[in-house]
């Protein structure tokens, strides 16, 4: 819901965006179609937030942490706040890219280097591509 005034949104609902039934909508031929799976669970999880004019922070209203799917258990392998690289990784593909190391070499070395994080070789074949 969105304020009248300044339509500045008050009341937010958020949840789990492939959390519904599947419900095919073609009629013909479904069976002669490829299988390729669906992610859908019809998952309840919702939060539903509300921002106050007075004072303007967000409260939580409610929630519903109801999952019927298993949760990802290593989230620094698909959120996007863990897939940035740190500036020395930046540093270290530069130099190895700069002296004509071959891109795969690159995301073998930052690998063994940063143990830790989780390295996406596309971002390192963006980075090389740039250079």
Sequence with gaps: DKDKHNSFPRR?????????AYVPRKEAHINEERDRGYH???CKFYINAYCRKRDNLVYIMKINGEHNHPLVKNINMVAFH??????????????LATCGVRTGAIIEV????????????????NMVQTI
Excluded: W
């Design 12 to 20: 937010r609902t958020y949840a789990y965006t492939k959390g519904r």
């Design 110 to 125: 930052l690998q063994v280097k940063y143990s830790d994080k989780f390295i996406y070789s596309r971002n390192i074949y």
């Design 40 to 42: 859908s669970g019809d």
């Design 82 to 95: 863990y897939c940035k690289l740190t500036p020395e990784m930046h540093d270290d593909v530069k130099l």
